[in-house]
């Protein structure tokens, strides 16, 4: 079960960074992050009344309410890299990234995760994950280098955030968890907009009649929720491979419907990826 959320979440994750690009192409990065925020915050607050779930926490690690300020540069680099390169590169990068987030978490045990060291014997499925990013990257060029890189840091933001959300919500509640990675993320966003931000005094605000790029923040909640459940199931290692599943072949179909144009390469990649998978787990099942 814990396997199909990861690839559900995957999905979700791809589909969300469709709808923050189009709001940040129509209001900009700072403001598009801020209104990102906003509407999940408003959105997990609702369902915080309804299930009537307590915000007031014990005395809890400071560390482990920046999930959200982490979170506000997931969206950001995110924003940045939407539509100078595909959704499926920036799906790729953001893979690569977590992977090596997920292996050095995993194998040291890092914000508290149970300590599972790499098996030797997989650096044969890795081999495969990294050749099928790199294939994907493979006619790219030194214009893209900034979106690029910051794709890859969307990977290790991601893994670090998902990873202090879930140990956050085993010390509250999968709901409490998220409502305060959005309450940090909302305040951390507006103050990027404040300082970033030239003219604020003047921001011209308009609402699209695209009313689907407003949905980030709210998918955004259900990936934080979804992942709350799964983090401390599987291992991060688990989870960003099956996530990729889900956001690669999404993305591709993304693409496709985006710009009319069908990827061989990312197919390829996306195949030798998901061979790598399969070989990771078939040898964690003889070890077994």
Known sequence: MYYI????????????VVFNGELTSFYGVYISTAIIHIVGLIFVSILCVIKKIPLITKKISFLLYTGGAIGVLTILFNNLAFNKISVSAIVAL???????????????????MSKQVFNKKKYISLLFMILGVIYMLSTFNSIMIVPIILSFLTGITVVTSRTINARLAQKTSMLASTW?????????????LIIFFKNIDF????????????????LGVVTVLLSNITVTKISSYYMTLLLFVGQIFSGIILDVILTNEFSTINLVGGILVSIGLSLDLWIDKRNV
């Open 5 to 16: 959320f990861s690839i559900l979440i995957g999905l979700i994750i791809t589909i969300m």
């Open 94 to 112: 953001s893979l690569l990234g977590q992977a090596i987030t997920s292996i050095i978490i995993d194998n040291y045990g890092f914000f508290d």
């Open 180 to 192: 305060y990675n959005y309450l940090v993320g909302s305040l951390v966003s507006f103050l990027m």
């Open 203 to 218: 921001i011209p605000f308009s609402f699209s009649k695209n009313i689907s790029m407003y949905l980030g923040g709210i």
